[in-house]
């Protein structure tokens, strides 16, 4: 499998993905916002795009759809449950379904709601996984919950799945965020020296050549998958003074991503 990770540059800093199989040069676009862009990028590696999957129905990640369609014929996969909101899907995912790419590529859709109901996360079945997760887990942070989805629901989608795959797994965002987000950990969890480290390190970074984390990584530096960090709890209790004396994970994240909102 091969991963093109391609910066937008625009506004909302996307991140677009092009999945290639090594043997046939079949590629699978994700989220294809900037599509000159994505055409360009296969092009130049000799590839044809043969399918397209939205993450979830934002205008931010099907944007490019129509365009693409048209230059390539490409199938089009989204969550089964948005076929009212993104037109076109030619394929509605389900949790488990396998998309195939070329010979070589397997990808499984993981039902991730959270920041909208109906949001889809690609994982590799590959010796080292890799997750597409749009706009569900960022690096060193997560989606919000704004636009037609609910933060109760993106907990569940944390601690039942995405915690739960390998620290190996790498972790592909819809967006460049993590300069912002390791700034917020370390607001609420100042003594975290993983992250301040991290930090220094992509502060200057040019999103074109991004970091590519794992949810090792950002079980280390991503203040939503620390729940039961005394230093976080402590510091939640000061912008939540009615915390209970020992709050369950699930308090902590919600009352995190509530602060995020307006942070």
């Keep these: 499998?091969?991963?093109?990770?391609?910066?937008?540059?625009?506004?909302?800093?996307?991140?677009?993905?092009?999945?290639?199989?090594?043997?046939?040069?079949e590629a699978l676009a994700i989220d294809p916002l900037d599509h000159r862009k994505c055409l360009a990028a296969a092009k130049q590696r000799g590839w044809e795009i043969t399918q397209i999957v939205n993450t979830h129905e934002h205008g931010d990640h099907t944007?490019?759809?129509?365009?693409?369609?048209?230059?390539?014929?490409?199938?089009?996969?989204?969550?089964?449950?948005?076929?009212?909101?993104?037109?076109?899907?030619?394929?509605?995912?389900?949790?488990?379904?396998?998309?195939?790419?070329?010979?070589?590529?397997?990808?499984?859709?993981?039902?991730?709601p959270g920041h909208t109901m109906s949001h889809v996360c690609l994982l590799s079945h590959t010796d080292t996984p890799a997750l597409f997760c749009g706009d569900t887990l960022f690096n060193a942070g997560v989606g919000n919950c704004h636009h037609g989805g609910h933060p109760k629901e993106l907990y569940a989608t944390f601690a039942g799945q995405i915690a739960r795959l390998s620290d190996e797994t790498q972790v592909y965002p819809g967006h460049d965020y993590i300069v912002g987000n390791l700034r917020f950990t370390l607001d609420r969890e100042p003594d975290n020296a993983d992250a301040a480290r991290l930090?220094?390190?992509?502060?200057?970074?040019?999103?074109?050549?991004?970091?590519?984390?794992?949810?090792?990584?950002?079980?280390?530096?991503?203040?939503?998958?620390?729940?039961?960090?005394?230093?976080?709890?402590?510091?939640?209790?000061?912008?939540?003074?009615?915390?209970?004396?020992?709050?369950?994970?699930?308090?902590?994240?919600?009352?995190?991503?509530?602060?995020?909102?307006?942070?």
């Design 1 to 25: 499998m091969i991963v093109a990770q391609i910066w937008t540059a625009n506004a909302y800093r996307n991140f677009n993905y092009l999945i290639a199989c090594d043997e046939t040069g």
């Design 63 to 112: 944007g490019g759809n129509d365009a693409m369609i048209r230059a390539t014929g490409a199938k089009l996969l989204a969550h089964a449950q948005a076929k009212d909101k993104i037109p076109g899907i030619d394929r509605g995912l389900e949790a488990g379904d396998v998309i195939k790419v070329g010979r070589t590529v397997e990808l499984e859709a993981l039902d991730t």
């Design 199 to 263: 930090l220094r390190q992509v502060e200057a970074q040019d999103p074109a050549q991004a970091l590519v984390t794992t949810l090792g990584l950002e079980k280390q530096v991503n203040t939503f998958f620390r729940l039961h960090s005394p230093s976080v709890i402590r510091e939640l209790r000061k912008a939540v003074p009615d915390l209970p004396n020992e709050p369950d994970a699930k308090t902590v994240f919600l009352g995190l991503r509530d602060l995020r909102n307006d942070w």
